[in-house]
C-alpha cells in the first residue's frame, strides 16, 4: 500500500465506529498522509445562548480534523493538547470547513495546524493541536 | 441585586436559549460571581473511533463552564481563545465536572482556569480560557 | 510613504530604543507588512544547567520577532500573550532564525506565526503570538 | 535523603552551571517538592522600544521557576512547551516574582502554572509550562 492508501484506511477504520461525528454529520477527508479536512453545517441545536455556535462545536470540528490528520500513519495517535483562537462567529445554516496541516511530526509528539472557515472563505477559528502516538496500529 | 444573585439571572437568562448544552444534557450551576460548575454523563454518541469521550465534548464541556463563569456580571462576555490539555480519558457512563475558576479580570479581557474531573476525583483536562466583554448586558 | 517604507521606519523608531535587543546581540529586518525576521547566535551565557540554549531566549528571539511583525502599521501593538513547543534543542554557537508571519489580522487582535530555526534548516521551535493594538502611532 | 533535601540538591546541581540566570541575576528557591519561586529586578537592558520589560525576560523569569519545579525530583525534566499571557507591564526597577506551582505530574508529562507579580503584588502575567521527563538522574 501506498502512503495515501494507508491514509485512507487508517480514516476508514476510525470513521465505522466513531459516533461523535455521525452524531454531529461531519463529513471527513483525508487529503494526504497528515492532511485532513472536516466539514458541518451548524444545526439549530448547536446554538447557545448568544444565537451563534456554541464554540465547542468548533472546537469538535478543528478536533475532528486533526486526529484524522495524526492519525493517517495508521498508528493510533492521541490528542494530547490544543489551543484554538476565535476569530469570528459562526451562524445557523453556515457551512463551516477545518483543514488540519501537520506542522512538525517527530518520534512521538507532533503538532497540527487548522484553520477553520465558512462558506465565504471567511477565517473562524485558529487551532493548534498536539499528539502523541502509540505503538498499536489502527488496522493490519 | 447582590452580586450571587446577579450571577444567578446571568446564568437563568443565558441558559434559556443555549440549545448547545441542552443536547448534551449539561447541568449548569454558578457557584459565585466568576465560578462556575458544568457536568454531564459521557454517553454513547460522545464517544470517538477509539471508543472515548472525544476531546471535542470534554472542551465544549469545560467551554460551558467557562462561558457561564465569565458572563456572570450581567455583560455580554465572548470567549476569544482557550487551550486545553487531556489528562485522562472520560469512558461511557463517566460522570464529569468541569470546575471554572476566575484567575485574572482586567478592563475587558479575563481569564479563567478550568479543571475537569470524573467522578473519581481523577483529574481528566485542565483547559485556560481567555474571554472578551461586550459593553451589552444580558439582562435588564 | 507606501506599506514597506512605513514598516521599515516603523522598525526602526523602535530598534533605536530597544536595548534588551541589542544586549542579546539580536538583528531584526521586517520583510514585508506583518513579516519580520529576527536572527541571534546562541552564546555561552545563553546556556541553562542543561548546557543548552535557555528556552527563555529563544521565546525572547520569537517574540521580537513577533513585535516587529505587529508593529509594521506604525500602530503601537502590544504583545497580549504566546505560546511556544519546544522541538529541538539549540546548541552554543547555532545560528537561530525566528520568522514571524502574520496569520490574521482583526479590528485590534492580531495572531503572528513564529517558526524558529537552526543553521540547518532544522525547526527549534514552533510560537503562536497574540497582538493588541492601541490608537497610538510609532512615528509622525 | 527526604523529598525536600532531594529537591533542593536537584536544585544546586542545575544551578551550579545555569549560565543564563546568572546573566540576568535571578534567584531561585524550591519551596517544595514541585514548586519553586524565581525572582529579578528588571534593569535597564531589559527594557524594549517601548520602555518597559521585554516579555522574553518574564518569560524567562516564569520558566526558570517552572524549570526549577518540574527538576525537583532528581529527574533530568525538559521545558516542551508553554503559554503566557501578559497582564500588565512590568517597568525599570520592579521587583517580580514567579511563582510555579505543580498542576498535574503523570507517567513522563507534567504541568506547571507559574503566576507572575511585582513587587505591589499586581499579577503581572499567567504562565502554563508543559515539562517532559527523561530517564537520567540530576545527581547521584
Same mark, same amino acid.
Given at each position: 500500500?501506498?502512503d495515501l492508501a494507508i491514509a485512507k484506511q487508517?480514516? *476508514?477504520?476510525?470513521? =465505522?465506529?466513531?459516533? !461523535? ?8 477527508? /483525508?487529503? !494526504?498522509?497528515?492532511?485532513? =479536512?472536516?466539514? #458541518?453545517?451548524?444545526? !439549530?441545536?448547536?446554538?447557545? &445562548? #448568544?444565537? /451563534?455556535?456554541? &464554540? %465547542?462545536?468548533? +472546537?469538535?470540528?478543528? *478536533?475532528?480534523? +486533526? ?13 494530547? &493538547?490544543?489551543?484554538?483562537? +476565535?476569530? $469570528? !462567529?459562526?451562524?445557523? &445554516? ?8 501537520? $506542522?512538525?511530526? %517527530?518520534?512521538?509528539?507532533? #503538532? ?7 462558506? *465565504? %472563505? ?5 487551532? $493548534? %493541536? $498536539? ?7 489502527? #488496522?493490519?
Open positions: 500500500m501506498d487508517s480514516t *476508514d477504520t476510525m470513521y =465505522e465506529t466513531d459516533a !461523535a461525528i455521525h452524531v454531529l454529520d461531519i463529513s471527513i477527508e /483525508v487529503t !494526504a498522509v497528515g492532511q485532513a =479536512e472536516a466539514r #458541518f453545517e451548524v444545526r !439549530a441545536e448547536m446554538l447557545n &445562548g #448568544f444565537h /451563534v455556535c456554541h &464554540g %465547542g462545536y468548533l +472546537f469538535t470540528l478543528a *478536533d475532528t480534523a +486533526f486526529a484524522y490528520a495524526c492519525n493517517s500513519y495508521n498508528k493510533k495517535t492521541l490528542a494530547a &493538547g490544543a489551543s484554538i483562537e +476565535f476569530l $469570528r !462567529a459562526a451562524k445557523l &445554516g453556515d457551512h463551516i470547513v477545518a483543514i488540519a496541516t501537520e $506542522r512538525h511530526r %517527530g518520534h512521538k509528539t507532533g #503538532f497540527y495546524d487548522v484553520v477553520v472557515s465558512n462558506q *465565504d %472563505g471567511q477565517e473562524i477559528a485558529l487551532f $493548534r %493541536g $498536539r499528539s502523541h502516538s502509540t505503538r498499536d496500529t489502527l #488496522f493490519t
